[in-house]
């Protein structure tokens, strides 16, 4: 079982950036792919990057895409997300999840296992 905790939210002016970081337990982080989702009050939770398992291959959504950039450090068990030109519609809590599948899921309903959130708020 994975445990993964995000940090590294906050408040940040438009046109700021932040670096989101999460860390997971366990002894097979490399065996899976890793997904940053966000969800705002009253909409439905998006994913906005994705990483396969070897860093080869990623997935940006294109609210964020020239904006966002995901990576992982499979020997510190961790992902990024770099959050470059932060517009006030990226105001939401961020979550990051992990994948057992072969593949890159979808949907969040592919990921096995999620964080808690962490918070970020662009003001304008």
């Known amino acids: 079982q994975v445990q993964l905790i995000e940090s590294g939210g906050g408040l940040v002016q438009a046109g700021g950036s932040l670096r989101l970081s999460c860390a997971a337990s366990?002894?097979?982080?490399?065996?899976?792919?890793m997904g940053w989702f966000r969800q705002a009050p009253g909409k439905e939770r998006e994913r906005v990057a994705a990483?396969?398992?070897?860093?080869?291959?990623?997935y940006y959504a294109d609210s964020v895409k020239g904006r966002f950039t995901i990576s992982r450090d499979n020997a510190k068990n961790t992902v990024y997300l770099q959050m470059n030109s932060l517009k006030p519609e990226d105001t939401a809590v961020y979550y990051c999840?992990?994948?057992?599948?072969?593949?890159?899921?979808?949907?969040?309903?592919?990921?096995?296992?999620w964080g808690q959130g962490t918070q970020v708020t662009v003001s304008s």
């Open positions: 999840a992990a994948d057992r599948g072969w593949t890159i899921a979808a949907t969040a309903n592919g990921y096995d296992y």
């Open positions: 990483i396969s398992r070897s860093g080869g291959s990623t």
């Open positions: 366990g002894r097979t982080f490399s065996t899976y792919a």
